[in-house]
């Protein structure tokens, strides 16, 4: 008779164990606090209420949703497209500026989203950055400050992922067959077209899993729309603070939550099911 | 189908040179394997062929016209990596239609010719299959027909089956020969095994450390190698510095190999000998009275035949025979080495 090992099933213990302290846990408090009552004196009130999911329901929530979808999404579109050309560029390069290059990343990467956001808001100032220098030059009749603007958070969001993205693609760029490329030539396609007819066929699952990836990360960024963004630029992510820390609206902020969560949920899984599908053909 | 002809090639990277003064003449129809060991710069003169290289220096003519100022993409050379480099995003069909795609051949006379050079291979009915799910030997097939889907006027192949097991290289082979000699066109195939370029080449090209050092048939090159690596490169030879004297006879190191006669007879001074170890013949100790007497080394079956390694004043000398009767010698037996000069060749100096 097969003796039942019970060892190798113990070892499955400790990432559950992890799971639950540090993401299952709060995740169950959060949905329970959700239907919680909000008390204006003191926190809350245990009670079981859909009145704060009731709230997200107006328009109010829905421009919000919305907008923080489409932000989330054109900026992770431009975030891809401007890394992996840049990537593909850099492993194209010499082994010594291949380096060169990785460590700026790196060195991008560790710096935190504050420090990025307030460069930006220097950079974007009316007296010491870009509209200044733009001014001095001659191009810019009357510089103002660039930031706060949608146009200043994409930026700081762009260059927060940027980042992410480029040394995501990095080992699968540089270890890629170049010969497929090569091949591509031999029959009859021209050197500038080759990125479009092979390469990027060729990486348009990864891309399409970078997207996503980048699209979820951009949901839940917090300093960048505060810092360089207006009051109407903000995402759903500044709105939960707001009203959870702000205006001591603990459930409703955990009803918000809740929902975004499911939202995020709804589309990873439909993008895996995709994948599955676009894999099975 | 197309004439090939190196001028005065040159390629160094800094101060490696990787070609050095490279001229050869392919004719139409040729069959051609650039053998040589890794980087002797057989790659490096295909990949210029190719347009995915430029020379340093010299030029190619294909047809009598200069080939160099054509890109890559415009010189319509039907080419098959090393890696294959098939497009995995594509099926079978069109991966091997791709050029035509390119060319912008309709639809349907793209899926005809797909369907025309699948048969071709030997993959009939592929035609929807994504290449992932190939086996080694079917990719090597589409890759083969994705090259030669355009018409190429030079079909290029770089160490095309070095990843497969022998017998289905061996396999292979065969019918690359056989669909070249069908189609008819110019092949130029790169390879580092000495046995795939003596069983599939019209002309053997030599390359050594950049520069060419013999160009020949199957059988030249193996009979009558024009230089000491070629000897030694191509097949199991021993060679021998030796001593030519008019009128005396040949000797190697101080043991006579016998009165030369013919061209032989006149040269004079000291020369590379170069003797396949077939024509070699062994004898029990005492029985011949030659001079040439060897210590068994090591003793091994190749199927059909016998190969004795002996050691005759510190140089390894290497017999075969048939192998239509078991060996006669065994590890430490003493054997005479019977030599005949008459196939024997002078290395060129």
């Given at each position: ?115 990025i956001g307030?460069?930006w ?31 200043a958070m994409l930026i700081g969001m762009v260059s927060l ?63 960048m729309?505060?810092m360089l963004g ?52 | ?349």
């Amino acid at each position: 008779m097969k003796r039942f090992a019970i060892a190798p099933h113990l070892i499955g213990l400790y990432p559950l164990g992890m799971m639950t302290i540090f993401f299952l846990g709060p995740l169950a408090f959060m949905v329970v606090v959700s239907f919680y009552l909000r008390d204006p004196l003191g926190f809350y009130k245990v009670d079981f209420v859909w009145e704060n999911y009731g709230k997200f329901f107006s328009s109010f929530y829905y421009s919000v949703s919305l907008r923080s979808i489409w932000t989330s999404a054109l900026a992770s579109l431009l975030t891809v497209a401007l890394a992996f050309p840049a990537i593909f560029i850099i492993v194209g390069m010499r082994r010594k500026w291949q380096l060169v290059w990785v460590i700026g990343l790196l060195a991008l990467m560790c710096l935190s989203e504050v420090v990025i956001g307030f460069a930006w808001v220097i950079l974007m100032s009316e007296s010491a950055g870009i509209p200044r220098l733009l001014g001095w030059l001659g191009l810019w009749e009357n510089p103002r400050s660039l930031s706060p603007s949608r146009l200043a958070m994409l930026i700081g969001m762009v260059s927060l992922g940027f980042s992410l993205v480029a040394l995501m693609f990095y080992p699968q760029l540089s270890q890629r067959d170049r010969a497929i490329e090569e091949a591509a030539q031999t029959l009859g396609t021209p050197p500038a077209k080759v990125f479009f007819k092979v390469v990027l066929p060729i990486f348009r699952p990864a891309l399409a899993s970078s997207l996503v990836t980048m699209f979820v990360f951009y949901l839940g960024v917090y300093v960048m729309p505060t810092m360089l963004g207006r009051p109407q630029d903000w995402n759903m992510s500044v709105i939960i603070t707001d009203k959870a820390v702000e205006q001591a609206n603990m459930p409703l902020g955990a009803a918000l939550a809740v929902i975004m969560l499911v939202f995020t949920v709804l589309l990873i899984g439909g993008f895996a099911l995709a994948t599955r599908k676009e894999g099975a053909k | 189908m197309a004439q090939v002809s190196f001028n005065r090639i040159r390629r160094t990277y800094g101060e490696f040179t990787a070609l050095d003064d490279v001229n050869l003449g392919i004719e139409s129809g040729e069959f051609i394997c650039l053998l040589g060991p890794s980087g002797c710069g057989k790659t490096t003169l295909l990949r210029i062929l190719a347009g995915l290289e430029q020379p340093t220096a010299g030029d190619i003519l294909v047809d009598g016209a200069d080939f160099g100022a054509v890109p890559c993409h415009r010189r319509n050379i039907g080419m098959v990596f090393q890696s294959l480099a098939l497009f995995p995003h594509l099926s079978v069909g069109e991966n091997i239609a791709y050029g035509l795609d390119v060319r912008g051949v309709a639809k349907e006379q793209r899926r005809a010719r797909a369907d025309e050079l699948t048969e071709l291979v030997g993959l009939p009915g592929l035609y929807d299959r994504p290449v992932s799910a190939l086996s080694g030997g079917q990719r090597q097939r589409v890759a083969i027909a994705r090259a030669l889907a355009i018409e190429p006027v030079l079909f290029l192949m770089d160490e095309p089956f070095s990843a497969l097991d022998a017998g289905l290289r061996e396999h292979l082979q065969i019918e690359v020969k056989k669909l070249q000699r069908k189609l008819g066109v110019t092949t130029i195939f790169v390879t580092h095994d000495q046995n795939e370029a003596m069983s599939i080449a019209d002309r053997i090209v030599i390359l050594n450390g950049g520069v060419i050092e013999q160009a020949g048939t199957p059988t030249e090159v193996y009979a009558r190698p024009r230089s000491e690596f070629v000897a030694n490169f191509v097949g199991t030879n021993n060679v021998l510095e030796v001593e030519f004297t008019p009128g005396a006879d040949v000797m190697w190191n101080g043991i006579s190999l016998g009165r030369p006669t013919g061209d032989m007879a006149s040269l004079h001074g000291r020369r590379k000998l170069s003797i396949r170890p077939e024509y070699l013949q062994l004898a029990p100790a005492g029985t011949t009275g030659t001079g040439m007497v060897g210590t068994v080394e090591f003793v091994r079956l190749l199927g059909a035949q016998i190969e004795t390694e002996l050691t005759v004043s510190g140089h390894t000398i290497i017999d075969t025979m048939i192998s239509d009767r078991p060996p006669a010698f065994g590890e430490g037996d003493t054997a005479e080495i019977l030599i005949n000069l008459d196939h024997a060749w002078v290395i060129p100096s």
